[in-house]
């Protein structure tokens, strides 16, 4: 298979293929899955050829081409901004889908209103984001049932 890119191109390629990559094994330790790495490799590999040569190195002892950490440090930000998003949205969500089935008491999770849970994780929903959006974690505490 042949890919045509201008340089332009091929540049967001390899931000992509490493942050596409990123996603799936950053956060990975024994289950690392090697198929990526080893697209990774393969697109990292014609950085030199395409005049970019400062943007892949090759690991010798494995035989593999990585992104530099120059090339890494560029994208931390892009990262940065996806972590912080995420947590935001998850914790916002959580907490809206927690309140929301405490307002059904002991009402087993299967014999609830979808209807009706998704109104109150609604009213939830608008309640953390707009505190969130205020004051962050300012007021957020774990406090302890009794």
């Avoid at 890119?5 to 091929?10: N, P």
Wanted: overall charge negative; aromatic content about 14%.
């Amino acid at each position: 298979m042949e890919i045509k890119l201008s340089e332009k191109q091929y540049e967001k390629l390899l931000d992509l293929v490493y942050l596409g990559n990123w996603m799936i094994n950053a956060y990975r330790t024994e289950d690392h899955l090697d198929e990526y790495a080893q697209v990774v490799s393969q697109i990292f590999q014609q950085a030199a050829e395409a005049g970019m040569e400062g943007k892949a190195v090759k690991d010798e002892i494995e035989n593999i081409y990585l992104p530099s950490y120059d090339f890494e440090e560029s994208l931390v930000d892009y990262i940065a901004e996806y972590d912080s998003f995420c947590f935001w949205e998850e914790l916002i969500n959580r907490l809206a889908e927690r309140d929301a089935i405490k307002e059904f008491g002991t009402t087993p999770i299967d014999e609830i209103d979808l209807e009706e849970f998704l109104e109150k994780k609604n009213k939830y929903l608008k309640k953390y984001e707009q505190e969130v959006e205020e004051n962050g974690i300012k007021y957020l505490e774990l406090v302890k049932a009794s």
